[in-house]
């Protein structure tokens, strides 16, 4: 099946600026019909949603995150983004994109399973 693949990842000091990438395995795919999500997970953390989009551009943040993240699509719906400004420490992770067939629902999307990438590592240290 196709799969996300994530790029943009690297590190960066306190307060820096990433962007992070997110295209289908299969080139041309397009994420229009999905749900899509940036998830993260720090070392000896369980994973967490970060930010959501839907089919209709509808978008949602997890707290921690919110006014400093922004998800995105672009390229016709062929890549999703996540714009991260004013970075800290902890938001060193790795982090994976995911893709549903299904819709925003409260934080997250929902409706069907999330087919998950391999992920991309973001550092922020001094």
């Known amino acids: 099946q196709v799969q996300p693949v994530e790029s943009g990842g690297g590190s960066v000091q306190p307060g820096g600026s990433l962007r992070l990438s997110c295209k289908a395995s299969?080139?041309?795919?397009?994420?229009?019909?999905?749900?899509m999500g940036w998830f993260r997970q720090a070392p000896g953390k369980e994973r967490e949603g970060v930010a959501h989009?839907?089919?209709?551009?509808?978008?949602k943040y997890a707290d921690s995150v919110k006014g400093r993240f922004t998800i995105s699509q672009g390229d016709g719906k062929r890549t999703l983004y996540l714009e991260m400004n004013s970075l800290k420490p902890e938001d060193t992770a790795m982090y994976y994109c995911a893709a549903m067939k299904g819709w925003l629902l409260g934080d997250s999307c929902s409706g069907g399973q999330n087919i998950w990438g391999q992920g991309t590592q973001v550092t922020v240290s001094s």
């Open positions: 989009i839907d089919s209709d551009g509808a978008t």
């Open positions: 299969v080139s041309g795919f397009t994420f229009g019909a999905y749900c």
